[in-house]
């Protein structure tokens, strides 16, 4: 089957003063549609980093980024802002950034009105999503009341509404009640499983990753998989021996 995404030998460098931080060195790796992908990574060690190089945000000092086999770093900075609105959703705590008299289906129907459907047809479709996301009470609140889980199941709306083959998920266990988290992160695989979306979630915490089909480490410029139950992840160097059980 073919890679829905591929990095081939990605480098990716930061300047911090006189020196140079890596966030990934000759990085090599795929994957399939459908498959749940867990990035785990301390703060800092360069997880956001590697959802901006799969979404076309940022570009990489070396190597190629596929999506669907087409080089991201060859597309228009239109054709990748559309990537972005079509294919490829990404959500983050730290983009939520709504108008203040902005209610909670507007917020997600922008992502439809902004690319050209009618404002009725787009509260429609953002009804449907925010019921599926158990914010159908809240569809007329403004974004202001919202608790945190409520935005992070709003911005999951927004994403989904879409269609997108690829959704990004930056940091979700911002969630401050372990009940709240452990219901979003369901929510976040049942709904992708059902429409085939490939999920890839970045985190620090291991609980997000949980039921993810290929989980992989970043920090220190390299990158690791800690799964190595099937071929979608591929990295450069010996794998190591398996070690036998005691």
């Known amino acids: 089957m073919k890679a829905l995404l591929s990095f081939e030998n990605v480098s990716k460098r930061y300047p911090d003063g006189l020196r140079e931080i890596v966030v990934l060195e000759d990085a090599t790796f795929a994957i399939e549609q459908g ?22 945000i ?4 070396a190597g190629v980024v596929r999506f669907a086999g087409r080089d991201l770093a060859e597309m ?47 509260k429609r479709s953002a009804r449907h999503a925010l019921e599926q996301v158990g914010m159908a009470s809240q569809a007329d609140d403004l974004t202001g009341s919202l608790s945190l889980a409520e935005r992070m199941r709003a911005m999951l709306a927004r994403a989904l509404i879409r269609k997108p083959r690829l959704l990004l998920v930056d940091e979700p266990a911002c969630v401050p009640s372990l ?22 979630v970045a985190s620090e915490e ?19 998989s800690t799964d190595e139950r099937g071929a979608l992840v591929r990295f450069p160097g010996p794998t190591p021996a398996a070690q036998p059980r005691p």
């Open 35 to 56: 498959v749940f992908t867990g990035v785990w990574g301390a703060r800092r060690a360069g997880k956001s980093t590697l959802l901006r190089l799969i979404a076309g």
């Open 206 to 224: 291991m609980a997000p990753l949980h039921g993810a089909e290929v989980v992989m480490s970043v920090g220190d410029g390299e990158l690791c």
């Open 58 to 61: 940022e570009a990489p000092d």
């Open 179 to 200: 009940t709240e988290r452990d219901a979003l992160y369901g929510l976040l695989r049942e709904l992708t499983r059902e429409s085939g979306t490939t999920l890839v």
């Open 76 to 122: 228009s900075a239109l054709q990748r802002e559309r990537l972005l609105r079509g294919d490829i959703a990404m959500m983050s705590p730290s983009d939520w950034h709504p108008s203040p008299q902005e209610t909670t289906v507007g917020f997600v129907a922008l992502s439809l009105t902004s690319s050209g459907t009618s404002v009725a047809e787009a």
